[in-house]
């Protein structure tokens, strides 16, 4: 069964720290990676794509890793801000349907305190 | 900043009024896309369309209708709300795939908060 984990379920940081969010897959075939951030009330945001080639991309203070031997993926998010403060989504598409079938992740919920 | 709009933000409705959820982008966009998204769970895909007079049901059962008239417009509708159909529903349209790799990226609209009462 194809499945997305992400851990932990939430995670409280002070203002200037670092985190690591992980994800793991069991989505087969693998077309791509996702990690999306979700603001409360509000759509998800993408934040980086990663192919099966690619094993480390940053965007800004996020910096995305994938093993796709494992199925492990994993964010990292330098020096904090307030405005982190966010649920963020790991989301894997399979290549093996037209349609790019997408499997979320429930998320991990990060508050990051002053 | 992705321009894709979905109207109302919040709707509080009593059991078995029929009602429709607006979702319009103006990026030209051929896919577009469903969700619902209960508290700290994943997202559900529940409908989805691949352009206009085109429309599939997704992986979640739902009593929801949408229709593609227009390539800019995908209202998702239902009959009779009950309250089971209080949720959040994403709205998300995507560019086309690059080189037949299926790396398109789904822009969501604000979501709309729905409660049945």
């Known amino acids: 069964k194809n499945q997305v984990e992400q851990s932990p379920q939430s995670l409280i940081i002070l203002e200037g720290k670092n985190c690591t969010l992980q994800?793991?897959?069991?989505?087969?075939?693998?077309?791509?990676l996702r990690w999306y951030k979700q603001d409360t009330g509000r759509g998800p945001v993408s934040l980086t794509i990663?192919?099966?080639?690619?094993n480390t991309k940053s965007n800004g203070r996020y910096t995305a890793t994938l093993d796709a031997d494992t199925k492990q993926s994993s964010l990292h998010i330098t020096a904090s801000q307030l405005s982190d403060s966010a649920s963020y989504i790991c989301?894997?598409?399979?290549?093996?349907?037209?349609?790019?079938?997408?499997?979320f992740g429930r998320g991990t919920q990060l508050t990051v305190w002053p | 900043e992705a321009d894709i709009y979905q109207t109302p933000r919040y709707l509080v409705i009593g059991t078995g009024k029929k009602i429709t959820l607006e979702c319009s982008q103006t990026?030209?966009?051929?896919?577009m896309y469903w969700y619902q998204q209960d508290p700290g769970m994943e997202l559900h895909l529940i409908h989805y369309?691949?352009?206009?007079?085109?429309?599939e049901k997704g992986d979640l059962s739902s009593e929801s209708t949408v229709s593609r008239i227009r390539t800019e417009h995908f209202p998702l509708t239902l009959e009779s709300a009950r309250p089971s159909h209080t949720s959040q529903y994403l709205c998300?349209?995507?560019?086309?795939?690059?080189?037949?790799?299926?790396?398109?990226?789904?822009?969501f609209g604000p979501g709309t908060r729905l409660t049945v009462l």
């Open positions: 989301v894997v598409i399979d290549r093996g349907s037209t349609l790019g079938r997408l499997y």
């Open positions: 998300a349209s995507s560019d086309p795939l690059i080189s037949g790799l299926k790396t398109d990226t789904q822009y």
């Open positions: 369309s691949y352009g206009v007079n085109s429309t």
């Open positions: 990026m030209g966009h051929d896919k």
């Open positions: 990663m192919t099966f080639s690619e």
């Open positions: 994800c793991n897959y069991t989505v087969s075939p693998f077309s791509n």
